[in-house]
């Protein structure tokens, strides 16, 4: 079947690192993304791996393993704006994602 | 006004209803998204239209009905809804081909309640 998962909820400290993982099992793989939502609002893009590796993009990186269908977003220099949730969706089709649930991410002083 | 507009914000109906709710993008998109989302469950993809031609209904039950009148316009037309169709509708819009294909800009979404 097919399935995304991702950890409900993590906390973190303000300036400190956090990894938010993602593993997947899909029938079909055209790119993974990742997006990030405040509560309230508009889920918005931050990141897109088709290639395994590391894309790097100010504070924020996102790594690919399609082998191991893995993913994680990894997020330096935590600022206390950085909390919310972190969606992790995998492109099947021309328009098909598959998302996961989403991490909500605490960041405490 | 930029980006993805979506109206109403919030809207509370009763069963019987009908309602409508309307998503404009300013993005010069070519492909528009409506996706349901629950409380800690994942986005649902309900329907996709590209270049004003539905290309993606998964299952989503008759009570929901779109409508793409244009590239920039979508519509979600509500009748006889149940209380667990309550949840945030967001729009979505997104470029088929290019730099940045597929990269999915939302709106802020309506957040719906049937009664």
């Known amino acids: 079947g097919q399935n995304i998962d991702q950890p409900t909820e993590m906390t973190a400290t303000e300036g400190a690192i956090v990894q938010i993982n993602c593993t997947y099992q899909?029938?079909?793989?055209?790119?993974l993304f990742w997006y990030q939502q405040h509560a309230g609002e508009a889920p918005t893009f931050l990141s897109y791996?088709?290639l395994d590796g590391l894309e790097e993009k100010g504070r924020f990186s996102s790594f690919l393993s399609r082998s191991k269908g893995y993913s994680y977003l990894l997020l330096k220099e935590l600022q206390m704006k950085d909390s919310a949730s972190y969606l992790c969706?995998?492109?099947?089709?021309?328009?098909?994602?598959?998302w996961g649930a989403g991490t909500k991410l605490i960041i405490k002083p | 006004e930029t980006g993805v507009t979506q109206t109403p914000r919030h809207l509370v109906m009763g069963m019987t209803n009908k309602k409508s709710l309307k998503c404009e993008q300013h993005?010069?998109?070519?492909?528009m998204y409506w996706y349901k989302q629950s409380a800690k469950k994942p986005l649902e993809l309900m329907f996709v239209?590209?270049?004003?031609?539905?290309?993606e209904n998964n299952s989503v039950p008759s009570r929901f009905s779109p409508e793409c009148p244009n590239s920039s316009h979508l519509f979600l037309h509500l009748h006889t809804l149940q209380p667990e169709d309550s949840a945030l509708y967001l729009c979505?819009?997104?470029?088929?081909?290019?730099?940045?294909?597929?990269?999915?800009?939302f709106g802020a979404g309506s957040r719906l309640t049937v009664l």
């Open positions: 239209y590209s270049l004003e031609e539905r290309v």
């Open positions: 979505a819009s997104s470029q088929d081909e290019g730099a940045g294909a597929n990269v999915l800009t």
């Open positions: 791996n088709v």
């Open positions: 993005l010069g998109h070519n492909a």
């Open positions: 969706a995998v492109r099947e089709g021309n328009y098909q994602l598959i």
């Open positions: 899909t029938s079909g793989f055209n790119g």
